[in-house]
Nanobody, 124 residues
């Protein structure tokens, strides 16, 4: 069984930066694809970024391209989401997800394992 724990969220001002972490336990996730999704009140969960297992191909939502960077440290079994130039519309609960071979890296339904989420609030 895989457990994912997110951390690093908080309250920041527009233009600030944050780095989210997702620590995995239960098994090595070096060959797993990892994704970050977010959900705001009243909205559906949306894709933010993903990184594949193996070669580490990365995928980003258009809304975060150039501002967010996903990376992984397999030795620490941890995935990161570096966020810069944050905007109020980035406010959401951010979730980490993992799957060995998601059919679609951008589809939340393709991931089997989820963390509990971490709140990111960006004030204007």
């Amino acid at each position: 069984q895989v457990q994912l724990v997110e951390s690093g969220g908080g309250l920041v001002q527009a233009g600030d930066s944050l780095r989210l972490s997702c620590a995995a336990s239960g098994r090595s996730l070096s060959t797993y694809s990892m994704g970050w999704f977010r959900q705001s009140p009243g909205k559906e969960r949306e894709f933010v970024a993903a990184i594949s297992g193996g070669v580490g191909s990365t995928y980003y939502a258009d809304s975060v391209k150039g501002r967010f960077t996903i990376s992984r440290d397999n030795a620490k079994n941890t995935v990161y989401l570096q966020m810069i130039r944050l905007k109020p519309e980035d406010t959401a609960v951010y979730y980490c997800a993992a799957d060995y071979y998601p059919s679609d890296h951008k589809d939340s339904h393709a991931y089997d394992y989820w963390g509990q989420g971490t709140q990111v609030t960006v004030s204007s």
